[in-house]
Antibody, heavy 120, light 107 residues
Framework: QVQLVESGGGVVQPGRSLRLSCAAS????????MHWVRQAPGKGLEWVAV????????YYADSVKGRFTISRDNSNNTVDLQMNSLRAEDTAVYYC?????????????WGQGTQVTVSS | EIVLTQSPDFQSVTPKEKVTITCRAS??????LHWYQQKPGQSPRLLIK???QSFSGVPSRFSGSGSGTDFTLTINSLEAEDAATYYC?????????FGQGTKLEIK
């Protein structure tokens, strides 16, 4: 079955960096786009970024553009989110999600999430 | 960006009741509207894709309808396990956006 396991979360000071990773299994990873979606404490869902099946196309929410970078490694079935210049408002649970298609149609399966706390 | 507005924000309902949640988009999005269920402490689960298509394994009491700007999620004969927050989500235009969520409480 589809499994997505996020890692790399933690507590980080404002302005610092953090790298999240998502390990995928149970499906042909290279045939799916991959997303990151976040949820601030007690709040709703916010789409963050997507990378297409081959890693050549990437799109970001305006709130993270220029600070976050999504990437994927199809040989290791992982998708990463490099987060730089972190702000307090980036505090959230970050979910990795699979797209149903090779590019970006919508997400079907989600991981359990990893907590990121930006605080001094 | 496309704003999705859900109604109601909160609803307290009894088992076996029929529940309707609406989602209105700030501009037409065709049928690129999906519904997710999130239980406390869990990640979101896809229920309905492209406005009316049930996702694999989802109980038949969940159904969706609508197109353009107005969409509905219906839960027939509510069960206690349906206590959760429900989100609509549009994938018509970047940035993809979610509704603010509708929290269902079971009496």
């Amino acid at each position: 079955q589809v499994q997505l396991v996020e890692s790399g979360g933690g507590v980080v000071q404002p302005g610092r960096s953090l790298r999240l990773s998502c390990a995928a299994s149970g499906f042909t990873f290279s045939r799916h786009g991959m997303h990151w979606v976040r949820q601030a404490p007690g709040k709703g869902l916010e789409w963050v970024a997507v990378v297409w099946f081959n890693g050549n196309n990437k799109y970001y929410a305006d709130s993270v553009k220029g600070r976050f970078t999504i990437s994927r490694d199809n040989s290791n079935n992982t998708v990463d989110l490099q987060m730089n210049s972190l702000r307090a408002e980036d505090t959230a649970v970050y979910y990795c999600a699979r797209d149903i298609g090779i590019t970006m149609m919508h997400s079907d399966y989600w991981g359990q999430g990893t907590q990121v706390t930006v605080s001094s | 960006e496309i704003v999705l507005t859900q109604s109601p924000d909160f609803q307290s309902v009894t088992p076996k009741e029929k529940v309707t949640i609406t989602c209105r988009a700030s501009q037409s999005i065709g049928t690129t509207l999906h519904w997710y269920q999130q239980k406390p402490g869990q990640s979101p689960r896809l229920l309905i894709k492209f406005a009316s298509q049930s996702f694999s394994g989802v109980p038949s009491r969940f159904s969706g309808s609508g197109s353009g700007t107005d969409f509905t999620l219906t839960i027939n004969s509510l069960e206690a396990e349906d206590a959760a927050t429900y989100y609509c989500h549009q994938t018509d235009t970047l940035p993809w956006t979610f509704g603010q969520g509708t929290k269902l409480e079971i009496k």
